[in-house]
């Protein structure tokens, strides 16, 4: 169920469901991101989460500077999507 609403968020041009898209791929980064970090509010000794979101940001990082890369329209679209970053206007 949640990975329909992220797939209707990131493919509204696209018709097909491409799960393996980069988009997709950030968007089920940062939703594990979210809830690893609602986790360690309430859990702060919980070394493995810690090193696991540690593990999931890298990732997460290694694609949005790919995307930025490959183009950067679609970087800026999900970046303000997601809410991600703050946005310089440049």
């Known amino acids: ?29 940062t939703n594990k991101i979210r809830r690893l970090t609602s986790h360690l509010e309430f859990h702060r000794k919980d070394y493995l989460s810690q090193k696991g979101l540690r593990k999931i940001l890298g990732k997460r990082q290694r694609l949005l500077s790919y995307l930025a890369k490959k183009n950067r329209i679609r970087y800026k679209e999900l970046i303000n999507r997601l809410d991600i970053r703050e946005s310089n206007t440049r």
């Open 1 to 29: 169920m949640v990975k329909k609403s992220f797939i209707s968020i990131i493919s509204e041009e696209e018709k097909k469901e491409n799960t393996g898209s980069v988009e997709f791929q950030i968007v089920s980064f």
